[in-house]
T-cell receptor, first 116, second 114 residues
């Protein structure tokens, strides 16, 4: 299994441009999430999905859109990039259920985004 | 408010010098507590899940323990390759139970010198 994969690894955008960060997993996990990681802020949840066709907002959803048409893929769209969106973005997935209703979450390698 | 605090922020050890990292949490019940290791430029790598106070998990030089208010990650005789940032996260019993939202600490950056 490849686990959680993300593309691209690095991207430079100009303010106002749009782009899509790709995330895929081959573990048949129902739950997928997008986080951003900034110095001093830790990992913050942007959007998440509990299954195909179902998405919801996390802590910092403004400026981002998601969709989940398949179990495997969970793309993150930046609608109009701003310098404040310069960050490292991580996609994560986990299985449903598990002991006491919790589970182990697995992260992708990340996408470093620079918005000029 | 649910909260996770890790200490210290940074820790420098000599190779072979054992120590512990702390993760204190304030949540309305606990479904699980997770430890991750993150190397520079990479995604967090899952290490352990702890569910109940008194539980312990071990992997090589690492041992994670859990009480009702905190978790410790003990590092025994560390090597330079143990240098990384260690993240703690909790899954509260209430509130986020249907969404699986995790609350992350800020992390502890460990440097082990040869």
């Amino acid at each position: 299994n490849a686990g959680v994969t993300q593309t691209p690894k690095f991207q430079v955008l100009k303010t106002g441009q749009s782009m899509t960060l790709q995330c895929a997993q081959d573990m048949n996990h129902e739950y997928m999430s997008w986080y951003r990681q900034d110095p001093g802020m830790g990992l913050r949840l942007i959007h998440y999905s509990v299954g195909a066709g179902i998405t919801d907002q996390g802590e910092v959803p403004n400026g981002y859109n998601v969709s989940r048409s398949t179990t495997e893929d969970f793309p993150l769209r930046l609608l109009s990039a701003a310098p404040s969106q310069t960050s490292v973005y991580f996609c994560a997935s986990r299985a449903r259920g598990g002991l006491r209703g919790t589970w182990s979450q697995y992260f992708g390698p990340g996408t470093r985004l620079l918005v000029l | 408010e649910d909260q996770v605090t890790q200490s210290p922020e940074a820790l420098r050890l000599q190779e072979g010098e054992s120590s512990s990292l702390n993760c204190s949490y304030t949540v309305s019940g606990l479904r699980g507590l997770f430890w991750y290791r993150q190397d520079p430029g990479k995604g967090p790598e899952f290490l352990f899940t702890l569910y109940s106070a008194g539980e312990e998990k071990e992997k090589e030089r690492l041992k994670a323990t859990l009480t009702k208010k905190e978790s410790f990650l003990h590092i025994t005789a560390p090597k330079p390759e143990d240098s990384a940032t260690y993240l703690c996260a909790v899954h509260p019993l209430f509130g986020s139970s249907n969404t699986g939202k995790l609350i992350f600490g800020q992390g502890t950056t460990l440097q082990v010198k040869p």
